[in-house]
């Protein structure tokens, strides 16, 4: 991000403009994408499995060059100034890319010495940070008996080593439990607020995008469907739906004409019928279950559905998320483009 | 992109990054992560000692032939177990670096300011501590069945310097396929092809022994007779100076060669911008 006066300014944050990586048999993993992270914000790529979130990473910390575009991270262009960035930033890869035959502090000892940290500083910051991410017990033990959760964080530990200004966490909680994903959120939050590391987040869970992003990027086919906060997002896709399922399904003709004055109807289940709101729920909802009451229609169930990323993605894409994962799931069975993801051409 | 109010970030102290900080700490890594692993060190020192043992029972009565140099076939098939150890090197370093191209650990490396040739020199150093523990225990095995230095004990030290050129020349080759491939199987699938290109030597009978034109004719250019031939005038002959030179040549020649190769591949690996 050049200066008023034409030289890069160095700051925390990211921008990339028409980023393109094309794999073998011209497949394009990521197809032309713009981006913005502000420095100290957490920003949340979120999409399905082979989107292109792995390789636009790989790209923004230099590991992979891009086709076209270009792309500045912590004020340095990522193809003419890859040391400057790589200096400048951490990452926690998908893979937690650890030797199982070395232990915590091993692992610390080593980075630390390639990155130039003197033998004291090594230490000293490599024993804060094993304590900060809870794995003090087990530093002396060999990482090839640690459990998943364990090995993120001392991923995420590795990364923070030499005190980067930019933090890439590629899929940082896939195949974690509840109880480590949601520990290493608060570890990830209090990165950004209380340290000022910008946080750069690929995620294919809508819940972690939507608890942890300032802002929030959905890529499908290489492509940047949708950008804003998560909220902005949502308020995008419209109003909240409410689904009522009638206790005797016979009326469930009548429920669907008891609900057609307050909005657009929707499909819902095949017992209940469901409508998209014309205003905010909490009133609408009030008026709703007086109408069933009114009309004698004994309710089973009523749920209000706020939107969700889920239905940014639907709008945007054409499918659900989960839907997108299983095509991926499948194109990566049959060796189709997902696959290719992370295979230089 | 303004500048936003965001808290200063840690300060961390670091120096410059110096390749004599990287490779001893790399060489560390390589050795600890040798030491850790009983169950790639066990065989790879274990099975040429059986092979020894198998051969020295079986083909004892070679030494009966005109012209075989010794009457001790333990003597003479001792040096084979330090080829064979190179071919373990081969596989141990190609499947250490292919493991870490596969985990992901390659790029954890190439995200610091790691110097190329630190990468290089710290994979060889847990191939040279193996080769040098493979080396010792030969020898002293060897003594122990009733083998003879002909050198003496400069000699053994000399032999132990040769086995460790040679794990050295393998484990470059070792080196430069684990560049090249992501999977330790990978490595493995060139295990036959090496053990043919041992067998074809002077590993089982001195060159002048062997009958068949062809085979001689392959031995006769095959570098692994010299290397073979090298330790076997120490055990044998005593101080054997071109004996010498050609095996410490043929190693330090396929080194090179391996290094070659492995920098090419480690160059397009490393495709960090």
Redesign the interface.
């Known amino acids: 991000?050049p200066s008023s006066n034409g030289t890069p300014?160095e700051?925390?944050?990211i921008?990339a403009q028409g980023l393109v990586r094309e794999f073998k048999g011209g497949v394009r993993a990521v197809d032309g994408i713009d981006l913005?992270v502000?420095?100290?914000?957490i920003y949340g790529f979120l999409g399905p499995n082979g989107a292109g979130k792995s390789t636009t990473v790989h790209m923004l910390?230099?590991?992979?060059?891009p086709t076209a575009g270009s792309a500045r991270v912590a004020g340095h262009d990522?193809?003419?100034e890859?040391?400057a960035?790589?200096?400048a930033?951490g990452?926690a890869?998908?893979?937690?890319?650890?030797?199982p035959?070395?232990t915590a502090r091993?692992h610390m000892?080593?980075?630390g010495?390639?990155?130039?940290?003197?033998k004291d500083?090594r230490t000293r910051?490599g024993d804060e940070l094993i304590d900060r991410v809870g794995l003090s017990d087990a530093a002396d033990r060999?990482v090839g008996g640690y459990s998943g959760g364990m090995k993120r964080r001392l991923d995420l530990a590795?990364a923070?080593?030499?005190?980067?200004?930019v933090l890439f966490l590629d899929e940082p909680t896939t195949g974690l439990d509840i109880q480590s994903r949601a520990a290493l959120w608060d570890e990830v939050a209090q990165l950004s607020r209380?340290?000022?590391?910008?946080i750069f987040l690929t995620t294919q869970y809508l819940e972690e995008a939507d608890q942890l992003a300032d802002h929030l990027g959905i890529i499908d086919h290489g492509k940047i469907v949708a950008e804003g906060t998560p909220e902005a997002l949502k308020a995008e896709v419209g109003r909240p739906t409410v689904e009522v399922v009638p206790a005797d399904h016979a009326e469930r003709d009548r429920a669907v004409e008891l609900l057609r004055p307050f909005g657009e109807l929707v499909p819902g289940t095949p017992q209940g019928a469901a409508v998209r709101l014309d205003a905010d729920g909490g009133e609408q909802l009030a008026d709703i279950i007086r109408a069933f009451d009114h009309a004698g229609v004994k309710v089973a169930n009523l749920e209000l559905h706020e939107a969700s990323l889920n239905d940014v993605f639907l709008t945007k894409t054409g499918r659900s998320l989960e839907g997108a994962q299983r095509e991926a799931a499948g194109a990566q069975e049959t060796g189709e483009q997902p696959a290719l993801e992370g295979s230089?051409a | 992109m303004e500048a936003a109010a965001v808290p200063a970030p840690v300060a961390v102290r670091r120096e410059h990054p110096s390749i004599w900080v990287q490779v001893p700490e790399l060489a560390r890594r390589s050795i600890m992560r040798t030491v850790r692993q009983p169950a790639s060190v066990i065989p790879a020192t274990t099975f040429p000692l059986i092979l020894l043992a198998i051969n020295s029972v079986g083909l004892k009565s070679a030494t009966s032939l005109p012209g075989f140099p010794t009457n001790s076939y333990v003597t003479f098939a001792l040096a084979f177990a330090f080829i064979q150890a190179g071919v373990f090197a081969v596989i141990g370093t190609g499947q250490n670096l292919a493991e870490d191209n596969q985990g992901g650990f390659f790029n954890r490396l190439q995200l610091t300011p790691i110097h190329p040739a630190a990468l290089v020199a710290g994979q060889l150093a847990g191939t040279v501590v193996l080769g040098l523990f493979q080396a010792t225990t030969y020898i002293a095995v060897g003594l122990l069945a009733g083998a003879h230095i002909a050198a003496g004990f400069g000699g053994a030290l000399v032999m132990v310097a040769l086995s460790i050129a040679i794990c050295l020349a393998f484990g470059s080759i070792g080196l430069a396929v684990g560049m090249r491939v992501d999977a330790p199987e990978k490595v493995q699938s060139i295990f036959p092809l090496l053990f043919v290109f041992l067998f074809l030597s002077s590993m089982s009978l001195p060159r002048n022994l062997i009958q068949t034109d062809w085979f001689r004719e392959v031995a006769t250019y095959n570098p692994v007779s010299y290397m073979v031939e090298g330790l076997r005038s120490l055990l044998i002959t005593g101080w054997d100076g071109e004996a010498l030179a050609l095996g410490f040549g043929c190693a330090l020649g396929i080194l090179a060669l391996g290094l070659f190769f492995a920098s090419r591949g480690l160059k397009e690996r490393m495709a960090r911008t």
């Open positions: 991000m300014k700051t925390n944050g921008e913005e502000r420095p100290g914000e910390t230099t590991l992979l060059p990522v193809l003419k890859g040391a960035v790589r200096d930033i990452a890869l998908q893979e937690a890319a650890l030797d035959n070395l091993d000892r080593l980075q010495a390639l990155h130039g940290m003197p500083e910051r060999k590795l923070l080593l030499h005190g980067p200004r209380d340290d000022g590391v910008t230089p």
